[in-house]
C-alpha cells in the first residue's frame, strides 16, 4: 500500500549539490505514525548504509561521512522528505533509497523502500 517514489538524483561535480526528493503514496506524514524516515545509499560492490534517518521526528542519524553536508527536511503536506546534498564528493556515488517505518493499525511496525534513485559525483 505504501509507495516511496525518489526522484533528483543524476550526475554531479564534486563539490557541487543535489537535492533528492521521496514522494510517499498510500500514507499521510499528517495523520499516519511515522516511526522513522529517511535515506539509505547504496554504493556499487558494498552494502547499502545509512545516510541519514529520523527517527520518532527527532534525534536524526547521520552516517558520519556526510554529517555537515546532508540535510533531511520533510513536507508533511506534500508527504515528501527530501535530502539536501551539498559538497559532494565522488565516495557518495551511490544508489539513494528512501526508507520509512510506519506502524500498522494491529501495531506492528512495517519499513518501506523506495526504488532508488542514482546520485554519480566525478571528480
Known amino acids: 500500500q505504501v509507495k516511496l517514489v525518489e526522484s533528483g538524483g543524476g550526475v554531479v561535480q564534486a563539490g557541487g549539490s543535489l537535492r533528492l526528493s521521496c514522494e510517499a503514496s498510500?500514507?499521510?506524514?499528517?495523520?499516519?505514525?511515522?516511526?522513522?524516515i529517511g535515506w539509505y545509499r547504496q554504493a556499487p560492490g558494498k552494502q547499502r548504509e545509512l545516510a541519514v534517518v529520523?527517527?520518532?521526528?527527532?534525534?536524526?542519524n547521520s552516517a558520519d561521512s556526510v554529517k555537515g553536508r546532508f540535510t533531511m527536511s520533510r513536507d508533511n503536506a506534500k508527504n515528501t522528505v527530501y535530502l539536501q546534498m551539498n559538497s559532494l564528493k565522488p565516495e557518495d556515488t551511490a544508489a539513494y533509497y528512501c526508507y520509512l517505518v510506519s506502524t500498522s493499525r494491529n501495531g506492528t511496525e512495517n519499513i518501506h523502500w523506495g526504488q532508488g534513485t542514482q546520485v554519480t559525483v566525478s571528480s
Open positions: 498510500g500514507i499521510s506524514f499528517s495523520i499516519n505514525v511515522i516511526n522513522a
Open positions: 529520523s527517527r520518532n521526528g527527532d534525534s536524526t
